[in-house]
């Protein structure tokens, strides 16, 4: 029920990355379940990770890998999210590492294992290792969507975005995957999130974009406010373009750079929105005339995980108190009702803190059919704001995480 989300884009090939998806049957028959990347070696590589502290096994080896050495392999599995599972998940994670470690000649922190799935189950490492030598056998710098299959859990379909762009006379790559469609409240980073570019970047200010853009894009989105055991994302420069190191973001290269970054991030970031579980409308929410920045972002964020305004959003119900509701109880110490004015695709609806005088209950009406809606939150009392993604909430999502386990 993928909201506006179009067919999976034709990423170009990225030099210095290879990668196979295979079928290992972790939960399901023929499904693309294990996806292994192969990077180039001394690629830049830069990680963000869930703040849960129930992290998964994968994350912890992750962290610790990502301080010891540059990585040369990532390994993904999904049906399994090998969380919640103690020293026995560690060592799960940490032989999937040694298993391909020993079949490349890589040494073991030179390899980042990642999970998602059910949590509290024992990995079936097993079966992840037993594909492992095949997908080495595998390896394509083409067909990024079975990539994108191979990563998929909940999700109706795969996740792509790509940008092109020209640094010191060549034309670079940024494009990568990601997948999520509930579970979702990144805090940090995302469900699992992996993008690549051929360009050279310092390690450094690559961490560095990859946190400011993640802010910017993962960090943005709510499905259900929940935020996952596992979320993981990583970004990877290659250097294999054979253009200079870009170090600086803020002027020439390096800002042609980082902006084609961020909209890649945030491509990726609405895709998973738009294929929410049991999504009908994509909902931005933006939230300006703040004082603060932070009293705009916990205002969008209200709103968005509002299960009372998310269901009237599912029902193209113009009950727009339930959104001022909201906004009262945000939190934002400096709120004066008196100043706030509120829009849905334009439709003026609260205007000095009441029922705007141009308001009728057709033009609400209008407003909230389309299956894309804006919803605008102006404060009145400032010049900051912020913008955050979410979805409705249907019967669908119900049934769909009712039913998750079988």
Same mark, same amino acid.
């Given at each position: 029920m993928a909201v506006g989300l179009g067919s999976f884009p034709v990423i170009p090939s990225i030099s210095g990355v290879r990668f196979a998806a295979m079928?290992?049957? &972790?939960?399901?028959?023929?499904?693309k379940d294990v996806v292994v990347f192969e990077l180039a070696e001394g690629s830049a590589v830069a990680g963000v990770f869930t703040q849960n502290q129930f992290c998964a096994a994968p994350v912890r080896v992750c962290r610790e890998h990502l301080a010891k050495a540059k990585p040369r392999f990532l390994v993904i599995n999904t049906g399994n999210?090998?969380?919640?599972?103690?020293?026995?998940?560690?060592?799960?994670?940490?032989?999937?590492?040694?298993?391909?470690?020993?079949?490349?000649?890589?040494?073991?922190?030179?390899?980042?294992?990642?999970?998602?799935?059910?949590?509290?189950?024992?990995?079936?490492?097993?079966?992840?290792?037993?594909?492992?030598?095949?997908?080495?056998?595998?390896?394509?710098?083409?067909?990024?969507?079975?990539?994108?299959l191979g990563i998929m859990t909940t999700d109706t379909l795969p996740k792509g975005a790509y940008r092109q762009v020209e640094i010191?006379?060549?034309?670079?790559?940024?494009?990568?995957?990601?997948?999520?469609?509930g579970m979702i409240r990144p805090n940090m980073a995302t469900m699992l999130g992996f993008i690549f570019t051929d360009a050279a970047v310092d390690q450094m200010a690559l961490q560095s974009l990859l946190k400011q853009t993640t802010d910017q894009s993962f960090n943005r989105i709510t499905i259900d406010s929940d935020t996952s055991t596992n979320d993981s994302c990583i970004a990877v420069a290659t250097g294999a373009a054979q253009v200079p190191v870009i170090t600086d973001f803020t002027q020439g290269d390096g800002a042609l750079f980082a902006a084609a970054f961020l909209e890649v991030m945030q491509e990726l970031a609405h895709a998973i929105?738009?294929?929410?579980?049991?999504?009908?409308?994509?909902?931005?929410?933006?939230?300006?005339?703040?004082?603060?920045?932070?009293?705009?972002?916990?205002?969008?964020?209200?709103?968005?995980?509002?299960p009372l305004v998310k269901t009237a959003l599912f029902a193209s119900d113009p009950n727009w108190?339930? &959104?001022?509701?909201?906004?009262?109880?945000?939190?934002?110490d400096s709120l004066n009702v008196d100043t706030v004015? &509120?829009?849905?695709?334009?439709?003026? &609806?609260?205007?000095?803190?009441?029922?705007?005088?141009?308001?009728?209950?057709?033009?609400?009406?209008?407003?909230?059919?389309?299956?894309?809606?804006?919803?605008?939150?102006?404060?009145?009392?400032?010049?900051q704001a912020d913008t955050v993604w979410?979805?409705?909430?249907?019967?669908?999502?119900?049934?769909?995480?009712?039913?998750?386990?079988?």
């Open positions: 079928e290992a049957g &972790i939960k399901k028959a023929n499904k999210a090998n969380a919640g599972t103690g020293k026995s998940g560690l060592q799960n994670a940490l032989h999937t590492c040694e298993t391909l470690a020993n079949l490349t000649g890589v040494s073991l922190e030179q390899v980042l294992p990642f999970s998602t799935g059910v949590i509290g189950e024992p990995l079936p490492v097993d079966k992840i290792t037993s594909v492992l030598p095949s997908a080495l056998k595998s390896m394509a710098s083409e067909g990024w969507s079975d990539a994108g010191a006379g060549k034309v670079i790559t940024i494009g990568g995957i990601s997948k999520g469609a929105v738009r294929d929410g579980e049991g999504a009908t409308k994509f909902v931005t929410v933006e939230v300006k005339g703040a004082e603060q920045q932070s009293d705009a972002t916990k205002t969008a964020f209200e709103i968005a995980h509002s108190g339930r &959104i001022l509701a909201v906004v009262g109880r945000a939190g934002v004015s &509120i829009f849905i695709n334009g439709c003026e &609806i609260v205007r000095e803190g009441g029922r705007s005088p141009s308001y009728s209950e057709d033009a609400g009406q209008l407003a909230m059919n389309p299956e894309e809606i804006h919803i605008v939150v102006d404060l009145g009392s400032g010049d979410t979805t409705d909430f249907s019967h669908e999502y119900v049934t769909i995480n009712a039913e998750y386990r079988t």
